[in-house]
């Protein structure tokens, strides 16, 4: 059965680096979506991704984010100078199936 | 966006006990979801909900969705160890599957 995978599992920065998180979502689905789930809080959603470019995004989704499908496989969320509170399982998911996540923890 | 509210936050049920949990929310669904989150990963997809007075079920877990697509409830009979978790109700408006999910219901199943 197709699923969502996501790279890597756990990456640990520090303040005011780039990071860059990988999903692969599934081959045919057409909706494509980031969330956040800082511990102990809700899962938010971030920004939705539909015919290659983005349709929706959250007021979390500054200008410190991106996202990018560069190789119409993989889909990217970039942040580009990541601060403290940036720490946060980050869930890409295709359609309604979500991936593994990914933990991010900011130094 | 949807509001959902969840009760109750967190409950312990013995082994073999039945157990429900709700969801509440401030408007009419169009899509209801539930989905089943272990600590630290990823959401697992349980049911989807769509229509007034809808239910299903899959193994021992039930889900509901009320005539006025306002309130859903998952009921899991016969707890196991294997029903330990988070469990997450989201809403998708029309047109779209942008998930706004509910805070979450932890349950523990005492052996």
């Known amino acids: 059965e197709p699923e969502v995978t996501q790279t890597p599992s756990h990456q640990v920065t520090q303040m005011g680096q780039e990071v860059i998180l990988r999903c692969v979502p599934i081959?045919?689905?057409?909706?494509f979506y980031w969330y956040r789930q800082i511990l102990g809080q809700k899962v938010e959603f971030l920004v939705s991704?539909?015919?290659?470019?983005?349709?929706?995004k959250s007021e979390i989704f500054d200008d410190q984010f991106s996202v990018e499908r560069p190789d119409g496989s993989n889909f990217t969320l970039k942040i580009r100078s990541t601060k403290l509170e940036d720490s946060a399982m980050y869930f890409c998911?295709?359609?309604?199936?979500f991936g593994p996540g990914t933990r991010l923890t900011v130094t | 966006s949807q509001e959902l509210e969840q009760s109750p936050q967190s409950l312990i049920v013995q082994e073999g006990k039945n157990l429900t949990i709700n969801c509440t929310s401030s408007?009419?669904?169009?899509?209801l979801y539930w989905y089943k989150q272990k600590y630290g990963e990823g959401l697992i997809f349980l049911m989807m909900?769509?229509?007034?007075?809808e239910e299903k079920s899959h193994e021992k877990i039930t889900a509901k969705l009320d005539e006025k697509k306002q309130q859903s409830s998952l009921h899991i009979t016969a707890s196991q160890p294997s029903h330990a978790g988070i469990y997450l109700c989201g809403a998708t408006p029309w047109g779209d599957y942008k998930l706004s999910f509910g805070a979450g219901t932890t349950v523990t199943v005492r052996a």
């Open positions: 909900l769509q229509k007034g007075g």
């Open positions: 991704f539909y015919n290659n470019e983005i349709s929706e």
């Open positions: 408007k009419t669904l169009y899509g």
């Open positions: 998911a295709s359609t309604l199936e």
């Open positions: 081959s045919n689905h057409l909706y």
